[in-house]
């Protein structure tokens, strides 16, 4: 008899992680996830308040076998902190969690990092299993082993690696999130095509005309692109540092806005802000220049005067003062570390072979941000 789903393998140096997937199979991923688990005598599960109907219906199937101890967070980035996954871990203990328990995250990427983070620090580690149910969580965020949640000088300063028992996807979870918030959430797909796998440009292309009909291809579009990566560089402090593409003006924009401009859309801006930089700097082609603004184009992003002139420009030169990637390479003060682009497909190589970072002014990209917050997307 075929199986309801599919299963692949993630590399992430010498551990391999099984990521199951299907559409519709949520009762047979659930009792995938009980096998994989074994002995499990509970599970906490860690649940984005936004997709109960989804959640109550995991869990129902979970309970037939073991106690469930459901924990409801909102996916905000005001709650992506130390305090949150304090919470979950006192959550856990009080609820009688034991080592042989398991950790189940089931949402975006906030509530993935913020139960990542709490599984990794509960008893010293702890089961954890992924139930990623956005684009952002599925294609791109379990395609990683950084948990990390944000401090008060920026996004995703504290956090550790952490290898998952298992990822499974519902593709059928993804097919409710709002139109508007599924393509600005493919960014990550855009970026993947961007930078390492520019082959795939028409087949993401496809799939953007109607992203719920086309799922697979994008699960297979993030996991093509960036897999080989983080299966030779697991903690992403090498050539997987490509993927922090558009991250580094994104994450400011992200941080300084609360959460009001979402992760996708961030990052959407900060690549063309990434691909501006390196027009002005490194000599990016116009027609790679023209590249990002036309797949960013497809992703439904709202007018760029409207959602970032808004932006308090102090506080985004804070933030990006204190990204996460200081440390990688030389930098001086008043200096930020930056995925750039020679050309789609090859990023400008690093100082002295190190990690493809180059470091820019704060002020050049502040230069480059208020050209694109006044005309981020007209024609190229």
């Given amino acids: 008899m075929r199986s309801p789903y599919e299963e692949l393998g993630l590399a992430f140096g010498d551990a391999m992680v099984p990521y199951l997937y299907g559409t519709d199979c949520t009762p047979a991923l659930a009792a995938a996830v009980l096998d994989r688990l074994g002995d499990v005598d509970a599970i906490l599960l860690v649940l984005d308040d936004g997709v109960r109907g989804h959640a109550d219906a995991v869990a129902a199937e979970l309970a037939r076998r073991v106690r469930v101890e459901p924990v409801a967070v909102e996916a905000a980035e005001r709650h992506k902190t130390l305090p949150t996954v304090q919470h979950l871990l006192e959550t856990a203990v009080a609820r009688g969690l034991t080592r042989r328990s398991a950790v189940v995250a089931m949402g975006g990427g906030t509530v993935g990092n913020l139960a990542g983070l709490a599984a990794a620090l509960l008893f010293r580690g702890t089961r954890l299993v992924h139930l990623p149910t956005t684009p952002v969580a599925a294609f791109d965020a379990t395609v990683s082993l950084k948990q990390g949640v944000n401090l008060s000088a920026g996004k995703n300063l504290a956090g550790t690696y952490f290898v998952p028992a298992l990822i499974a996807c ?211």
Avoid: Q
């Avoid at 400008?348 to 190190?354: D, H, Q």
């Fill in 170 to 380: 519902d593709l059928a979870w993804l097919s409710t999130v709002p139109r508007h918030d599924m393509l600005t959430g493919l960014a990550e797909m855009v970026k993947n095509v961007l930078v390492a796998a520019p082959g795939l440009e028409p087949k993401l292309v496809r799939a953007l005309e109607e992203p719920r009909l086309a799922l697979r291809a994008l699960l297979e579009i993030g996991v093509e692109a960036k897999a080989p990566y983080v299966a030779a560089d697991p903690r992403e402090r090498g050539g997987a540092l490509i993927f922090e593409y558009g991250h580094t003006a994104g994450h400011a924009v992200e941080f300084v806005s609360g959460g009001a401009i979402r992760h996708g859309e961030a990052v959407a801006w900060g690549m063309l802000v990434a691909a501006e930089v390196a027009r002005r700097r490194h000599g990016l082609a116009a027609d790679d220049v023209a590249a990002h603004h036309r797949l960013v184009s497809r992703l439904d992003l709202p007018d760029a005067a409207t959602r970032l002139d808004g932006l308090g420009r102090d506080a985004i030169r804070a933030a990006l003062a204190a990204d996460n990637k200081r440390g990688y390479g030389p930098c001086a003060p008043g200096e930020v570390l930056m995925v750039l682009l020679d050309s789609v497909g090859r990023t400008v190589p690093g100082p002295a072979g190190g990690p493809p970072l180059v470091p820019v002014p704060i002020e050049a990209v502040m230069d480059a941000f208020e050209t694109v917050a006044m005309n981020a997307l007209e024609a190229v």
